[in-house]
């Protein structure tokens, strides 16, 4: 789209050649689109350029076109090289990463291992994952111009996994000059060595992002496997494209404006169904974590017996029919680091999971001395997955006893206020309800609600929770498989104990594109590298 | 005339001054913080001080105020807290579809509502004044986004006529600009074609029955050259004063149409600076809007010395 503006319109001249000029495509309605781009809806519009300094989804997901990875994670959760090898001392202690050849940025340069180093740090300076690696880092160095070297100063057994990870805020590669920009400071260049370039002058925040294929991209030779493998691009362009209403989106879908749609509503799933031109597919298959977190700062959840009689009048399977409506697409669990992952583990959550028990929890709530003090529940209004959980839950801890006040607003209401410590009358609150992606929760040390860090460090709701660091840090120390999973049940254990949080169950998306798009794969976010498009 | 002109244009400038202190207030003194929304759902209590630290937001009020107001007089709007992008380069490029939008919904307004008042004041009591007011009724009543879902069920998706969606500039040509405007500006406009048609019949029905235009029938002047040369020259004032509001409104509320077709305008862009709290973003649509709006009283108030010779400035 070309966008002319208003003081163009003096030119006559131009208007009338541009009349006539355009007189003749009046009878085609849609101006034609080059054949090899990919026009997508994604979850919701790009506004923010800097995959570091938020954790929305959509600018995540912007990384994944424009920046690459150290490493790449499989669909079988495990790190595969993607820019650079590996190996690993004897000891355990020192980490080598070795760049691969024809590396480059969009801008021409190559990528060093200097740039990586500054990119870990400051990727590290953000990411709660990142900051535990870097507490136990002895030195990060670029020992050439191809090698970069970690030496760590205690055992940490989560290093790879933590570079791989990709979600949340994954450890994006920039040059060096951009990424000695403080974390705390958002980018507004776009300049990466990943598989698509940045059109930066047709990007309108919150309209449209355009993608070109990076013509000097070496892709690895492997077949893509999650965010691991080769990233070969079939097409020239992809755009994403904003549409904030679902029902444009799907009409949009269904005429062939666009290709692909992230997030179709599952309630307009019918809509598509029998359409020969449209194919529809869970793509991340772990889906969200559904979740509800109390404020440990004010009552009356700062008494973990009052916790526990919430927790106890809490039950998944009526939140998720709420909340998703087909059980196709959502099942219970019981584990904080959700199901179907390596550390999945539902110790503590029978009660959560078996649709709560109202009777035991009155009396465990008359039991903890409760004295009616207002649980304020925040409500959001206006994303439709986030509206049911809080109305859900409010009814069951009231039939257990709870006086309860829900409080509608706007998600980015509850966003600011969740941040305030303080009592309800003073903009405070009690209880609110979000989602992850799995793979944002799916061990101790991403998981930012097992955070025991206080109200300094801790994760909105602020619990001060030595017992639950402690674990994290042996979990982090551990460097087996089978000493993880048993810190990770431990962990389980002490979070629902403690009622750290209330996981609600985990669901699915389901995203949909036209037929003419070959090559969409599962993935943990959404690829458009090794997608083509069929021209008719 | 010149002079009304200078003194309208010297009186806006307070205005504006009063505006641009009363957004700048009510927003910092509303719950928000542009800082949670860039920081994200992982957000600890430290990072978010040093985001706010970042983008100035814990400097005192009056000090963040004059900053503003300094660069405004430079002619500098800011920029965008979320994207980083200057807020007079997101105006520039949600401007031309509002404007289109508005420009074209306010011609079919126009061109549809004020015949169809003419010709029900004309035809008073009869089947067309009827039908002129029930439709009137159902343009007022039937949401808009209804209205915009039924046009693109019928004309885009049933019998293929239109685009479902989506805005392409007039400089891409004059058919896929009028492919894409013509159900938005048909939507946005059945509200004020109702309000206007109403407006217009009632102000005609009014002046019907003044004696000059019993002198003119009497005359031998022909129904037409009655009805519109001086019924409704005689009933314009109010029409003019409705039509012109009616295009503020529009560009200031055209936030649904522009959802349901997906026009990148300048509703959407104020409701996503809203919800994200970007302050600098809102302060500058806000100014835009109420400047408009003086423009716009300012063009109405000239326009009655245009059609009314009574009126002199």
Known sequence: MTIMYPGVLRHSRQLAVAAALGLGTLASPLVAEAATTIRGVMDSPLRMLDPIATTAHITRNHGYMVYDTLLGMDLDHQPRPQMADWTVSDDGMTYTFTLRDGLKWHDGAPVTAADCVASIQRWAARDAGGQMLMANVAELEASDDKTITLSLSKPFGYVLELLAKPSGVPAFMMPERIARTPADQVISEAIGSGPFKFVADEFQPGVQAVYEKFADYVPRSEPPNGTAGGKQVEVDRVEFVAMPDAQTAMNALQSGDIDFFEQVPIDLLPLLEGNDEIHTQVLNELGYQSMGRMNFLQPPFDDVNIRRAALTALGQGDVLAAMVGNPEYYETCGSVFGCGTPLADETGSQSLVDGGDPAKARQMLEEAGYDGTPVAILQATDVPILVAPPVVAAEQLRKAGFNVQLMPMDWQSIVARRVNQGPVAQGGWNMFFSNWIVQEVWNPINNPMLNGGGPGKAWFGWPEDEEIDRLRAEFAAATDEATQREVASRIQAHAMDYVSYVPLGQYRVVSAWRSELEGVRPAPVPEFWGVSKRQD | MLSYFVRRVIAAIPVMLVVALFVFLLLRLSPGDPAAIIAGDMATPEQLARIRAALGLDEPLYIQFFVWLGELLRGDFGTSLISQTPVLTMIHQRLEPTLSLALVSILFTVLISVPLGVIAAWRHGSFIDNFVMSASVVGFSVPVFVIGYLLIQLFAIELRWFPVQGFRSL???????????????????????????????????????????????????????????????????????????????????????????????????????????????????????????????????????????????
């Open chain 2, 171 to 313: 400089f891409d040509g004059v058919g896929p600009f009028v492919s894409r405007i013509v159900l938005p500006a048909l939507t946005l406009s059945s509200i004020y074609i109702a309000l206007i048609s109403r407006m217009t019949r009632a102000s005609m029905l009014e002046v019907l029955d003044e004696d000059y235009i019993r002198t003119a029938r009497a005359k031998g002047l022909g129904e037409r050259a009655v009805l519109f040369r001086h019924a409704l020259r005689n009933a314009a004032v109010p029409i003019l004063t409705v039509i012109g509001t009616g295009f503020a409104l529009m560009v200031s509320g055209v936030v649904v149409t522009e959802s349901v077709f997906n026009i990148p305008g300048l509703g959407r862009l104020i409701v996503d600076a809203v919800l994200a709290r970007d302050y600098p973003v809102i302060q500058g649509l806000i100014l835009l809007t109420s400047g408009l709006y003086v423009v716009i009283n300012l063009l109405i108030d000239l326009s009655y010395a245009a059609t009314d010779p009574r009126i002199r400035y």
